[in-house]
């Protein structure tokens, strides 16, 4: 027997960027070097061994997000930890926005993400680091 999704990726998505903050491509090289932002990368280890990030991206890939998160979580890593902005990416905006959907509705504040990933930054001309580890 088929399964009956009721509720599919582009709904999921609408939701969340009806929920969630976007910051642009020139919004995002400007305050890519803040301190004041914490960058997270979403994508897996081979997409950032393929294509690097953006400089001083902390790399999380989408699966542990949740649980690097939570400072109960034996996972919890301390950069989730700061007084500071979150912004999310991914290739496309996708995982990023329901990522941030979901880092909102566990308390991380203020949480937003980046419009268009990281295709756009890179189509756009932002610097790209390599993937070190």
């Known amino acids: 027997m088929a399964q009956n999704i009721t509720k599919g990726v582009k709904a999921l998505l609408a939701e969340a960027n009806e929920t969630i903050a976007t910051m642009s491509i020139n919004e995002a090289k400007e305050c890519a070097q803040d301190s004041n932002y914490v960058f997270v990368d979403l994508r897996d280890i081979r997409e950032l061994q393929r294509t690097g990030l953006i400089p001083g991206a902390f790399s999380c890939p989408r699966g542990m997000l949740e649980f ?66």
């Open 68 to 133: 690097w998160i939570d400072p109960d979580s034996p996972y919890h890593k301390p950069v989730f930890n700061q007084d500071k902005t979150y912004v999310f990416y991914c290739a496309s905006a996708w995982r990023s926005a329901l990522s941030a959907k979901i880092a909102m509705e566990m308390g991380l504040a203020p949480v937003m993400h980046l419009e268009g990933g990281f295709t756009a930054w890179e189509k756009a001309g932002g610097a790209i680091a390599p993937r070190t580890s």
